[in-house]
T-cell receptor
Framework: DGGITQSPKYLFRKEGQNVTLSCEQN?????MYWYRQDPGQGLRLIYY???????QKGDIAEGYSVSREKKESFPLTVTSAQKNPTAFYLC???????????FGDGTRLSIL | KQEVTQIPAALSVPEGENLVLNCSFT??????LQWFRQDPGKGLTSLLL?????REQTSGRLNASLDKSSGRSTLYIAASQPGDSATYLC?????????????FGGGTRLMVKP
């Protein structure tokens, strides 16, 4: 089955630690996105990538970093510079950047 | 910058009732409008997508409309069922050189009581 896989489902971060969230898709989509969702709120765009080896900052990129070395993978690193990382993180992809986005099941990040 | 607002934030209805969820957006140069469903702790499932040239889309008991001039979209759910309980999010899309950027509303949390 084609889809988007996010792992892990739950992640805990210690103070001063960087953590990496995985997002893999086998839909052969060019564009991939990372969103953050806080309780009771909509999604906010962190980073997006329209094509391999290219990515752009979204609305709330500070404290985060990404890479896009392979078409199917778009990992997100939450760095120690992100002072309020507790949130639900969602990854999405679309065949092209102007097509509907498909979402993974998310990773919930908490602080220890 | 596009802003998207959803009212109400929460809604509780008895089973069988028809209901309307509202979404408003500030930029009429919208490329498309998408409605999503989100179950607790899960990702988003796309329900309906309305292109800017369209007025409405239907899928089963769901009907979504788009009025660009007034900056509004509605999601109509007919004969609601307990299984419809979820959070419903709308997202407006602006297409520019950066691609298809979605701006999300805060969502409406729907509970359908048996």
């Amino acid at each position: 089955d084609g889809g988007i896989t996010q792992s892990p489902k739950y992640l805990f971060r210690k103070e001063g630690q960087n953590v990496t969230l995985s997002c893999e898709q086998n839909l052969n989509h060019d564009a991939m996105y990372w969103y953050r969702q806080d309780p009771g709120q909509g999604l906010r765009l962190i980073y997006y990538s329209q094509i391999v080896n290219d990515f752009q900052k979204g609305d709330i990129a500070e404290g985060y970093s990404v890479s896009r070395e392979k078409k199917e993978s778009f990992p997100l690193t939450v760095t120690s510079a992100q002072k309020n990382p507790t949130a639900f993180y969602l990854c999405a992809s679309s065949i092209f950047s102007n097509q509907p986005q498909h979402f993974g099941d998310g990773t919930r990040l908490s602080i220890l | 910058k596009q802003e998207v607002t959803q009212i109400p934030a929460a809604l509780s209805v008895p089973e069988g009732e028809n209901l309307v969820l509202n979404c408003s957006f500030t930029d009429s140069a919208i490329y498309n409008l998408q409605w999503f469903r989100q179950d607790p702790g899960k990702g988003l499932t796309s329900l309906l997508l309305i292109q800017s040239s369209q007025r409405e889309q239907t899928s089963g008991r769901l009907n979504a409309s788009l009025d660009k001039s007034s900056g509004r979209s509605t999601l109509y759910i007919a004969a609601s069922q307990p299984g419809d309980s979820a959070t419903y999010l709308c997202a407006g899309s602006i297409y520019n050189n950066a691609g298809n950027m979605l701006t999300f509303g805060g969502g409406t949390r729907l509970m359908v009581k048996p």
